[in-house]
C-alpha cells in the first residue's frame, strides 16, 4: 500500500508540471509565437482577436498577415460581380475553382444595404471594397474577410463626382475622385493616415467624355487616358502634381484602356480600325523606353463577338487586373473576356447562372483577392 502511494506522489508532480504554466506563454518570443499561430486554420485565427488586445496587435500586424496571406490555402481569388438589381448580394466567381460562389451572409453586419439604406459598389483594392451610400453622405470602406469597415464622410455636402479609385497598401490605403459639378474642377484624395481628405486641381484634359474608363494605378501615381486625340496622364497620389506620359500611342486606334499589374508594368488595350470601327483588338506593354511593345491580338472570332457585343459604342467597355489575367468587360454585357498573360491565350468567363435573362446591363465587375493585412 505504501508502494502504490509513494508511486502516486511521484506521478503527480510529473503530471502539474506537463501543464504549461501561463507565465511560461507569457515569456514565449514573439518569433515562437507567431510560429505557433502560423499553422492555425483560418476560422480559429479570426477567432483569437477577441481573447486578448496583444493578440489583435500581434495577430493584424501587417508582417505576420503577409506571411500568412500569401502561404495560406484557406484563400481563394474571385471576380466579384455587382449590379443595382442584386444589391443584397454578390455572386463571385471562383478563379482557382472556376466555380460560382455567393457572397451575402458576410454583408449583414457591414453594408447598411442589409438595413435597407442603399448603397452602390464603387472601387475594390487589395481585399478592399468602397462602397458609396448617398443617402448617408458618405463612403463605406471595408474589409469582407476580416469584417471591419469604417464610413467616411463626402468632402462637402451634397457631393457629386465622376469618377473614384480605391488604392490600398500595407500602409492603410487612399480614395481618389474628381468633380466637375463646382464652379472649379476638383480632384480629391482621401488618406487612411490621416483620415482627411486633400484638394487639388483637375487635368482638364480627363474630363471629357472620360466617365466610364477606370483608372489604374502603379508605381505610386494614377494614370488616366484623355479622349481623342488619345494620350496618358498620371497623378502622383503624395504629391498631387499632373504629368502627361511622354510616349507615342499605337496608330489608328479607335478606343483605348489601361491596365497594370501591380507590380509595375503598364499594358494598353485598344481597338485598331478606322472611322470610330474597330477591327482588330490589341494589347500592348509600355517598355523601359517609354514606346509601347504590341504583345497579343485578340483572334479574330473571339473580336467579332465582342464588338457585336459593344456595337462600337466603346465608353462601355472597362479593363482590370486579376491574378494574372486581364480582364475585358462591357457594362451592357454579363460575359467577361480575359486574357491569360502567362500563356498569351484568350478565354470568356462563363455566365453566372443567378443572372436573369432580362437583365441587360449594368454589370460591374471587380477583382476581389482577399487579404487579411488589408486594414480599414
Same mark, same amino acid.
Given at each position: 500500500?505504501?508502494? /502504490?502511494?509513494?508511486?502516486?506522489?511521484?506521478?503527480?508532480?510529473?503530471?502539474?508540471? +506537463?501543464?504549461?504554466?501561463?507565465?511560461?506563454?507569457?515569456?514565449?518570443?514573439?518569433?515562437?509565437?507567431?510560429?505557433?499561430?502560423?499553422?492555425?486554420?483560418?476560422?480559429? %485565427?479570426?477567432?483569437?482577436?477577441?481573447?486578448?488586445?496583444?493578440?489583435?496587435?500581434? &495577430?493584424?500586424?501587417?508582417?505576420?498577415?503577409?506571411?500568412? =496571406?500569401?502561404?495560406?490555402?484557406?484563400?481563394?481569388?474571385?471576380?466579384? &460581380? =455587382?449590379?443595382?438589381?442584386?444589391?443584397?448580394?454578390?455572386?463571385?466567381?471562383?478563379?482557382? &475553382?472556376?466555380?460560382?460562389?455567393?457572397?451575402?451572409?458576410?454583408?449583414?453586419?457591414? &453594408?447598411?444595404?442589409?438595413?435597407?439604406?442603399?448603397?452602390?459598389?464603387?472601387?475594390?483594392?487589395?481585399?478592399?471594397?468602397? %462602397?458609396? #451610400?448617398?443617402?448617408?453622405?458618405?463612403?463605406?470602406?471595408?474589409?469582407?474577410?476580416?469584417?471591419?469597415?469604417?464610413?467616411?464622410?463626402?468632402?462637402? @455636402?451634397? %457631393?457629386?463626382?465622376?469618377?473614384? !479609385?480605391?488604392?490600398? !497598401?500595407?500602409?492603410?490605403?487612399?480614395?481618389?475622385?474628381?468633380?466637375?459639378?463646382?464652379?472649379?474642377? @476638383?480632384?480629391?484624395?482621401?488618406?487612411?493616415?490621416? #483620415?482627411?481628405?486633400?484638394?487639388?486641381? /483637375?487635368?482638364?484634359?480627363?474630363?471629357?467624355?472620360?466617365?466610364?474608363?477606370?483608372?489604374?494605378?502603379?508605381?505610386?501615381?494614377? @494614370?488616366?487616358?484623355?479622349? *481623342?486625340?488619345?494620350?496618358?496622364? =498620371?497623378?502622383?497620389? *503624395?504629391?498631387?502634381?499632373?504629368?502627361?506620359?511622354?510616349?507615342?500611342?499605337?496608330?489608328?486606334?479607335?478606343? /483605348?484602356?489601361? /491596365?497594370?499589374?501591380?507590380?509595375?508594368?503598364?499594358?494598353?488595350?485598344?481597338?485598331?480600325?478606322?472611322?470610330?470601327?474597330?477591327?482588330?483588338?490589341?494589347?500592348?506593354?509600355?517598355?523601359?523606353?517609354?514606346?509601347?511593345?504590341?504583345? *497579343? +491580338?485578340?483572334? *479574330?472570332?473571339?473580336?467579332?463577338?465582342?464588338?457585336?457585343?459593344?456595337?462600337?459604342?466603346?465608353?462601355?467597355?472597362?479593363?482590370?487586373?486579376?491574378?494574372?489575367?486581364?480582364?475585358?468587360?462591357?457594362?451592357?454585357?454579363?460575359?467577361?473576356?480575359?486574357?491569360?498573360?502567362?500563356?498569351?491565350?484568350?478565354?470568356?468567363?462563363?455566365?453566372?447562372?443567378?443572372?436573369? $435573362?432580362?437583365?441587360?446591363?449594368?454589370?460591374?465587375?471587380?477583382?476581389?483577392?482577399? $487579404?487579411?493585412?488589408?486594414?480599414?
Amino acid at each position: 500500500m505504501s508502494a /502504490v502511494m509513494n508511486m502516486k506522489d511521484q506521478r503527480g508532480p510529473q503530471l502539474q508540471a +506537463s501543464e504549461m504554466d501561463p507565465v511560461i506563454w507569457s515569456r514565449l518570443p514573439e518569433e515562437l509565437l507567431e510560429h505557433i499561430l502560423y499553422f492555425l486554420p483560418l476560422k480559429t %485565427f479570426l477567432n483569437l482577436r477577441s481573447t486578448c488586445k496583444h493578440f489583435k496587435t500581434l &495577430l493584424f500586424s501587417p508582417s505576420f498577415m503577409s506571411k500568412y =496571406s500569401s502561404s495560406s490555402s484557406s484563400f481563394s481569388s474571385f471576380i466579384l &460581380l =455587382s449590379h443595382p438589381q442584386c444589391y443584397r448580394h454578390f455572386p463571385l466567381y471562383d478563379s482557382n &475553382l472556376g466555380t460560382w460562389r455567393y457572397l451575402s451572409r458576410f454583408l449583414s453586419d457591414l &453594408l447598411p444595404c442589409a438595413a435597407g439604406v442603399p448603397c452602390t459598389l464603387l472601387s475594390s483594392s487589395n481585399g478592399l471594397f468602397c %462602397f458609396s #451610400l448617398p443617402t448617408l453622405s458618405s463612403f463605406l470602406v471595408c474589409n469582407l474577410l476580416t469584417k471591419s469597415s469604417r464610413i467616411i464622410k463626402f468632402p462637402t @455636402y451634397r %457631393f457629386a463626382f465622376e469618377s473614384l !479609385t480605391l488604392v490600398s !497598401t500595407p500602409l492603410g490605403y487612399k480614395i481618389f475622385m474628381f468633380s466637375t459639378k463646382f464652379s472649379s474642377n @476638383y480632384s480629391f484624395v482621401y488618406d487612411s493616415r490621416d #483620415l482627411c481628405w486633400r484638394t487639388f486641381a /483637375v487635368f482638364e484634359s480627363i474630363l471629357s467624355d472620360n466617365n466610364h474608363q477606370e483608372t489604374v494605378f502603379c508605381n505610386g501615381s494614377l @494614370y488616366f487616358t484623355t479622349p *481623342e486625340p488619345f494620350s496618358i496622364v =498620371s497623378f502622383d497620389l *503624395e504629391s498631387g502634381k499632373w504629368d502627361r506620359l511622354n510616349c507615342n500611342m499605337p496608330t489608328e486606334v479607335t478606343f /483605348v484602356r489601361l /491596365v497594370s499589374d501591380g507590380e509595375g508594368k503598364l499594358y494598353l488595350i485598344g481597338g485598331v480600325g478606322r472611322n470610330g470601327i474597330s477591327r482588330s483588338m490589341k494589347l500592348w506593354e509600355l517598355s523601359d523606353e517609354g514606346t509601347w511593345i504590341e504583345v *497579343e +491580338s485578340l483572334p *479574330e472570332l473571339m473580336c467579332r463577338k465582342f464588338m457585336s457585343i459593344c456595337y462600337h459604342n466603346y465608353e462601355h467597355v472597362y479593363c482590370f487586373w486579376h491574378q494574372g489575367m486581364i480582364c475585358v468587360c462591357c457594362y451592357t454585357w454579363p460575359e467577361i473576356l480575359y486574357l491569360k498573360v502567362s500563356r498569351r491565350t484568350w478565354h470568356w468567363l462563363p455566365r453566372c447562372p443567378s443572372i436573369p $435573362e432580362k437583365w441587360s446591363c449594368g454589370f460591374r465587375w471587380f477583382s476581389f483577392v482577399p $487579404e487579411l493585412y488589408a486594414l480599414v
